[in-house]
Structure formats: structure tokens, C-alpha cells
T-cell receptor, first 113, second 116 residues
Framework: GEDVEQSLFLSVREGDSSVINCTYT??????LYWYKQEPGAGLQLLTY?????DMKQDQRLTVLLNKKDKHLSLRIADTQTGDSAIYFC?????????????FGGGTRLMVKP | DAGITQSPRHKVTETGTPVTLRCHQT?????MYWYRQDPGHGLRLIHY???????DKGEVSDGYSVSRSKTEDFLLTLESATSSQTSVYFC???????????????FGEGSWLTVV
């Protein structure tokens, strides 16, 4: 099955850029997602990228996909204290809605003022 | 707001008792999921449903059963709760056939279950 790995923790200073990394094993992955979870809340979809794309930008968020290395990253520009949360990457294998997502273990981002 | 309501949001129960968690959606989406979240494991799929009375097992289905008698409701039952089932449970929904939107899954706010 699919394995999705993330580093556990990242600490940055307010105003700096944050880069959260994710690696996966299944080369047939089609959609790749980033979710944000704040304390006591559910997962909020931040963005997703289709496997035929290398990059996707959405305001302060930039997603980079390296299919050769099976590496996905999320860059947050001008990181704010409100960005402190746990970030999960998730990968879908196949194109059908019934194909399940596999989640990484999450990266806890701490933003210091 | 993805139109998902989970109940109860918090519950403490004793080992061996049955527990049912409810997920209600207002979006009329076909797919519904139950995940559990544990430290170091991310989210793991317990069961999912692809329509009324159509359900299937996920990665960690042992000790759990589900039912979906109406499109809007998906119930997760722990027949005899154990301490290893202490976790946060998330319901999620997905609209099938929306590849242009990434077949995105949307999550509820979670149900915190403690088995003592």
C-alpha cells in the first residue's frame, strides 16, 4: 500500500517562509492534498495538486510536486502566527472518487513572533 | 462550512459498552467516511460508504461497524468499546464525479471518545 511520510515538527519566525515536506511511495498517485488542522478542530482543505502539474500557487501558498522523487512540498510565504497548526499531506491513488486517501502523520508548524 | 455535523462531540464511556457516533450531512453527497486520528498515525480510514446501504471496510475496521440507511446519515458503532479505541473520530464527505475539483474530501469537526 501507499506510505506517506512527513517530518513531525517545524518552527519558523513570523514573516519567514515555511516549507513543509511530504514523501510518498506510490507512483500512480493522482491527486495530492494539503490539509490544515487547528487545535480541537477538523481538517481544513488548503489546496490540492493534480499529478500532471509541477507547481500550483494560491495566494501565500505554493505547492511543488516532484513526481520523479515522489516529493510534495507546501511553502507558506510570510508565515503568520495564525498559521500555527498541524499540516497533513494526503495522496489519492487513481482517478475515481472511490479511491481512498492515504494521510501522512502530520507536521506541527510553530510560528514564533 | 462543509455541512457536516458530528454527534456527540465528546464522550466518555466504559470498557465493554456500545457506542454509536453519528455523522449528518446536508450536501447530499454520495461518499461518506469515518476516520480515526491518533498521534503519530495521521488519519486512518475505518469504514466508508458509497451510497445508501453500501459500505466497505477501511484500513482499521476491526471492532467497528457502520450503517447508512439514509443518504444524509452515516453511523459508526463500537459494539464493545476498548481502551485502544480511545481516539478522535472524524467523519468526511465527498461528492463523486468532481475530478475538476480534485475529488476533495471535506471533514467534520471531530468526536472525541475516551474509553475508560
Amino acid at each position: 500500500g501507499e506510505d506517506v511520510e512527513q517530518s513531525l515538527f517545524l518552527s519558523v519566525r513570523e514573516g519567514d517562509s515555511s516549507v513543509i515536506n511530504c514523501t510518498y511511495t506510490d507512483s500512480s498517485s493522482t491527486y495530492l492534498y494539503w490539509y490544515k488542522q487547528e487545535p480541537g478542530a477538523g481538517l481544513q482543505l488548503l489546496t490540492y495538486i493534480f499529478s500532471n502539474m509541477d507547481m500550483k500557487q494560491d495566494q501565500r501558498l505554493t505547492v511543488l510536486l516532484n513526481k520523479k522523487d515522489k516529493h510534495l512540498s507546501l511553502r507558506i510565504a510570510d508565515t503568520q502566527t495564525g498559521d500555527s497548526a498541524i499540516y497533513f499531506c494526503a495522496v489519492r491513488r487513481g482517478f475515481n472518487a472511490g479511491n481512498m486517501l492515504t494521510f501522512g502523520g502530520g507536521t506541527r508548524l510553530m510560528v514564533k513572533p | 462550512d462543509a455541512g457536516i455535523t458530528q454527534s456527540p462531540r465528546h464522550k466518555v464511556t466504559e470498557t465493554g459498552t456500545p457506542v454509536t457516533l453519528r455523522c449528518h450531512q446536508t450536501e447530499n453527497h454520495r461518499y461518506m467516511y469515518w476516520y480515526r486520528q491518533d498521534p503519530g498515525h495521521g488519519l486512518r480510514l475505518i469504514h466508508y460508504s458509497y451510497g445508501v446501504k453500501d459500505t466497505d471496510k477501511g484500513e482499521v475496521s476491526d471492532g467497528y461497524s457502520v450503517s447508512r440507511s439514509k443518504t444524509e446519515d452515516f453511523l459508526l458503532t463500537l459494539e464493545s468499546a476498548t481502551s485502544s479505541q480511545t481516539s478522535v473520530y472524524f467523519c468526511a464527505i465527498q461528492d463523486a464525479g468532481q475530478p475538476h475539483s480534485g475529488n476533495t474530501i471535506y471533514f467534520g469537526e471531530g468526536s472525541w471518545l475516551t474509553v475508560v
